[in-house]
């Protein structure tokens, strides 16, 4: 890795080289948090977590073949040279600063309430068809995970796709400080992380600290049909692209069809010029991420063509909108996070499924004080929807039911995940049905989609 010597490191981290003088300008291969994964030349972080301290396995690292290890306690006999630092998060996010400064790989950063993985994904399917793209891979998008993508940066990546998620105030700002981004790509403002945020006012500030270590000449690309960003008129001095579909923009929808769970053909005027694909994920919101694809492409010189060829070949990944079919039953696996914008944008791509369409919904987590009522209203939304069955799961799944109830929509509750596995209702499903999976991951509801993997 380019500069990172453990001289360099230390000095980045200001941490403390204990170790073989001779080994200080020797450059680490790689940043690992795992002992397991660690390989030859790595440079090793122990986190401390709730129930395992990473401290404890630097001997086996070592054995491995670390180069190096930070530490936050004192080390005997470690096996190998360490930097010792007061916080190892803080000096990863240091190490990645200093590492960042190194690079001429292009970085996008990308945030919002919701859709950030989604529009990350097309925006690095794009982007494939003429660069060297990195993207961040999982759920690598906080304070650990986002500077542990950067680090995973070489110098034969033309762009990096960073997807950037927070909960609070402040975590943007630590994470753009890193990032620097070229590029900015900001989603929409919706009802998430309230507990922490606020309201809206406060997830718009929190978000848009994203700005406040974007380059210089950074190219920003924004939802013009949201209220907050629209206030938006100028970062650093260059003024914003504007992608909507209910307000008159730069970019915009001319037409789209609805093709089913098969996705969606759109054809989108991007300024003068006329652009037509077909985005093989289906769901309304697609077309934003569709837009803001078209947007970065064409400010990385790309053609129609080539970009069109990049969204057609979208890939949804497991628990997000990932849409398979298991012995004639059409399963859309959404169960990796959710809140009200996106469960709401959810269930509005399988009322557009063909047969029986049935939901199993569960809690939404983080939504603060107006939690009860947030469920309630998403409930109230299904019951418009005319579904045929939808199945509430979880304490606070109580009030979506009851919000079902009013819309006089076919419903049934289960306090817990463990209630709802022991009833057995899958035999309810049946050949030619569509079943959405939606809650916020710690409902656990993978298992859900597993057991319908394995029993249907």
């Known amino acids: 890795m380019k500069n990172m010597t453990l001289e360099n490191i230390a000095f980045a981290c200001?941490?403390?080289?204990?170790?073989?003088?001779?080994?200080?300008?020797?450059?680490?291969?790689?940043v690992e948090k795992d002992s397991r994964l660690i390989s030859p030349g790595d440079l090793y972080l122990p986190f401390v977590g709730a129930k395992v301290d990473g401290h404890d396995f630097i001997p086996q690292v070592f054995e491995k073949g670390a180069l190096c290890t930070l530490t936050e306690k004192e080390l005997k006999d470690a096996g190998g040279p360490y930097i010792k630092v007061s916080s190892v998060g803080k000096a990863l996010k240091d190490i990645a600063e200093f590492y960042r400064e190194q690079l001429s790989c292009k970085i996008i950063g990308i945030t919002g309430s919701v859709g950030k993985t989604s529009t990350k994904e097309i925006i690095a399917s794009v982007l494939e068809e003429k660069y060297s793209v990195l993207k961040t891979e999982g759920n690598y998008n906080n304070e650990i995970g986002m500077p542990l993508t950067i680090?995973?940066?070489?110098?034969?990546?033309?762009?990096?796709?960073?997807?950037?998620?927070?909960?609070?105030?402040?975590?943007?700002h630590r994470l753009a400080k890193v990032a620097k981004p070229d590029v900015c790509v900001i989603t929409n403002i919706g009802t998430c992380h309230l507990e922490n945020l606020g309201d809206r006012d406060g997830v718009f500030r929190a978000k848009t600290e994203m700005f406040d270590f974007a380059s210089k000449d950074c190219f920003v690309v924004l939802n013009g049909d949201d209220d907050k960003l629209a206030q938006i008129t100028e970062v650093n001095g260059n003024h914003p692209i504007f992608f909507g579909i209910d307000s008159n923009r730069e970019v915009n929808i001319l037409k789209?069809?609805?093709?089913?769970?098969?996705?969606?053909?759109?054809?989108?005027?991007?300024?003068?010029?006329?652009?037509?694909?077909?985005?093989?994920?289906?769901?309304?919101?697609m077309l934003y991420n569709a837009m803001a694809a078209l947007c970065v492409g064409i400010h990385f010189h790309m053609n129609f063509e080539q970009i069109d060829a990049g969204i057609r070949k979208l890939k949804a990944i497991s628990g997000r909108n990932h849409i398979f079919v298991s012995n004639g039953i059409t399963v859309i696996d959404d169960c990796y996070n959710a809140?009200?914008?996106s469960m709401e944008a959810s269930l509005k791509v399988l009322a557009q499924a063909t047969g029986r369409k049935i939901a199993i919904l569960g809690d939404m987590f983080e939504l603060g004080a107006e939690e009860e009522l947030l469920h309630r209203k998403i409930g109230q939304i299904a019951g418009k929807l005319k579904l045929d069955l939808i199945i509430c799961i979880g304490t606070l799944s109580k009030y979506i039911a009851e919000g079902v109830k009013e819309n006089n929509g076919e419903v049934l509750y289960f306090a817990t995940k463990e209630a709802f596995e022991k009833e057995d209702i899958f035999h309810l499903l049946q050949k030619g049905d569509t079943v959405l999976i939606k809650a916020s991951n710690g409902m656990k509801f993978y298992t859900i989609v597993e057991t319908l993997e394995t029993k249907h």
């Not at 200001?14 to 790689?30: A, N, P, R, T």
């Not at 680090?151 to 943007?172: C, P, Q, T, W």
């Open 256 to 285: 789209y069809e609805a093709m089913g769970v098969c996705g969606t053909k759109v054809k989108i005027q991007y300024k003068e010029k006329i652009f037509e694909t077909m985005i093989p994920i289906p769901g309304y919101h």
């Open 151 to 172: 680090l995973k940066i070489r110098e034969n990546h033309e762009i990096a796709v960073v997807e950037m998620g927070i909960s609070d105030f402040g975590e943007m």
């Open 339 to 341: 809140n009200p914008m």
């Open 14 to 30: 200001h941490g403390v080289y204990v170790g073989d003088e001779k080994l200080k300008q020797c450059e680490i291969q790689g």
